[in-house]
């Protein structure tokens, strides 16, 4: 089983011996191979104090983590790496079909667009004009609907709840705002998570100040609701409050435990935890000596690792998910735990990126390894896991049918990312064109040295989406509708003049 690295942390050994703090005779600071890569310590040569004695540590000043970690990248590299953070053989189970998967009734972009009195004829004299004019240029037409655009959200559209002003544009462009007034096909393909997908497109759609249908949208966990089929009782961890059990409750879950319950149960638990009233009062405890927890499931950010790690650790050494319990055998025993993404960082508006799942994730493994002697087998859901992007085909041929009444994959998918080691590495090795911005991870060069962007490197989303259109659509597809062409002077290749 392959394991970490200190590559994998940018870890450099060093090949020069460093200073030993360890005076000679003289007083002088020797070179000493024996040190090399020693921590030094810190305290400058003339303010060392001859009273004290250093005495070598016996052990490597490195973690004993690493040998604890589990066939895991900080950076998956194309070249190097196969695109995944599970182990050969796991299968992550995804909804069978989008059509099984709706999760609730959304608004439908035309309806809504056309509600209210006055704005009905408007739209609907804009809707037969465009389509006039797509029947007049129906090759390119065809083309536009031979395309379609997966964006990713943070660092391309948005930074959390702050827009990207470029993605608004870009987005009005896709919605119609160009020389045909077509609908170009675009979902939305993200590791964000933490609360269920008709609040999140509700509040993605305030921001982007254009129409974002849950229809059209993937967050980290929306595969994950496949796993309501197999099985019962589940631990879901993470988000905030209680917003991930109305998650797992809106996937079919059907008995549903997060961490708060059972801190209730017993707070003992969780000996650093300080639980409120109000946290009591909301919780659902029972006896869970008497509950058989049978998978884990990390939906998102854990927002109290002592308390979640604890109980994880617990349920994962326990019999069969049983608490209270201890397994004479960690593997035979053991429940399956599943997370939905497995990003190391996550920029947000501290300046420098705050850890995410994966870092937690990473933490468990070594929990567990270090008290089991065995590896942590799990799985990892997200980019660039090839699951996230087969279930994207079915969303994208599902939002295909219901922009354009044709249920299939457009054959030029633009999957727009800002971070190379998830949205760009999938994306290669999914057969899409991939455009790599500079608004969020990626701060690099030319491009990306070990996931480079196949399509190209932009400035941001506006650039990126455009570029790819004049390259299907003729590099002078227009990138603006105007409600007063004339469609038969459009056809006839005359100027278009205004309709009075
Ligand atoms: O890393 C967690 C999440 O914020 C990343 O979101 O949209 O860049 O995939 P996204
Ligand atoms: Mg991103």
């Not at 609360?195 to 129409?211: G, M, V």
């Not at 201890?326 to 990126?353: K, N, W």
């Not at 065995?374 to 699951?387: F, H, I, N, S, T």
């Not at 633009?414 to 080691?421: E, F, K, Q, R």
Request: aromatic share 8%; proline share 6%.
């Amino acid at each position: 089983m392959a394991t970490f690295d200190d590559a994998d942390f940018g870890v450099e050994t060093p090949t020069q011996p460093v200073q030993s703090s360890q005076p000679n005779a003289a007083g002088e600071h020797s070179a000493n191979p024996a040190h090399a890569g020693a921590l030094a310590i810190p305290m400058s040569p003339s303010s060392f104090s001859h009273d004290a004695i250093e005495v070598p540590a016996t052990r490597s000043p490195h973690a004993d983590a690493s040998k604890y970690m589990h066939n895991l990248s900080l950076s998956p590299s194309m070249r190097d790496r196969r695109a995944s953070r599970n182990s050969f053989g796991t299968s992550l189970p995804i909804p069978r079909s989008k059509r099984q998967s709706r999760l609730s009734s959304v608004h439908h972009i035309d309806r809504d667009a056309i509600a209210g009195s006055g704005a009905v004829p408007i739209r609907a004299t804009r809707e037969i004009l465009a389509a006039q004019i797509q029947d007049i240029s129906a090759d390119k037409a065809k083309k536009a609907k031979n395309m379609a655009f997966v964006f990713d959200i943070d660092g391309v559209l948005v930074h959390g709840d702050r827009l990207i002003p470029e993605g608004k544009r870009a987005l009005e462009i896709l919605n119609g705002d160009n020389e045909l007034g077509i609908k170009i096909p675009h979902i939305f393909l993200t590791n964000g998570s933490g609360k269920p997908e008709l609040a999140r497109t509700q509040q993605l759609a305030k921001i982007l100040q254009n129409p974002v249908n849950t229809e059209q949208f993937i967050q980290s966990h929306t595969p994950m609701r496949a796993l309501a089929e197999y099985y019962g009782t589940v631990l879901v961890v993470g988000g905030e409050g209680y917003r991930c059990r109305e998650v797992a409750e809106q996937y079919g879950f059907r008995d549903i435990v997060v961490p708060n319950d059972i801190v209730a149960w017993d707070t003992t638990i969780a000996p650093y935890r300080v639980f409120t009233d109000e946290e009591r009062a909301s919780s659902r405890p029972r006896d869970f000596s008497q509950v058989n927890i049978e998978a884990i499931l990390v939906f998102s950010d854990s927002r109290d690792y002592a308390t979640d790690m604890q109980i994880i650790i617990d349920l994962l050494r326990s019999e069969d998910g049983r608490l209270g319990t201890i397994a004479a055998d960690p593997v035979s025993q053991r429940i399956p735990i599943y997370f939905s993404q497995g990003d190391m960082l996550c920029p947000t508006e501290h300046p420098i990126p705050r850890m995410s799942q994966g870092t937690f994730r990473i933490g468990l493994e070594a929990m567990y390894k270090a008290l089991t002697g065995v590896d942590l087998e799990r799985v990892v859901y997200g980019k660039p896991e090839m699951a996230t992007y087969k279930y994207a085909d079915e969303v994208i041929a599902s939002w295909m049918e219901q922009l354009h009444g044709e249920e299939r994959i457009p054959e030029n998918i633009y999957m727009v990312g800002d971070n190379p080691a998830s949205d760009i590495i999938g994306g290669n090795m999914y057969g899409w064109n991939t455009c790599l911005v500079r608004t969020g991870v990626f701060q690099g060069g030319e491009n990306d040295e070990s996931n480079p962007a196949n399509f190209g490197v932009f400035p941001n989303v506006l650039e990126a989406v455009k570029t790819a259109c004049r390259k299907e659509l003729g590099e002078s597809f227009g990138f603006e509708w105007d409600d007063r062409i004339n469609p038969v002077l459009h056809g006839s290749k005359q100027v278009a003049s205004a309709i009075e």
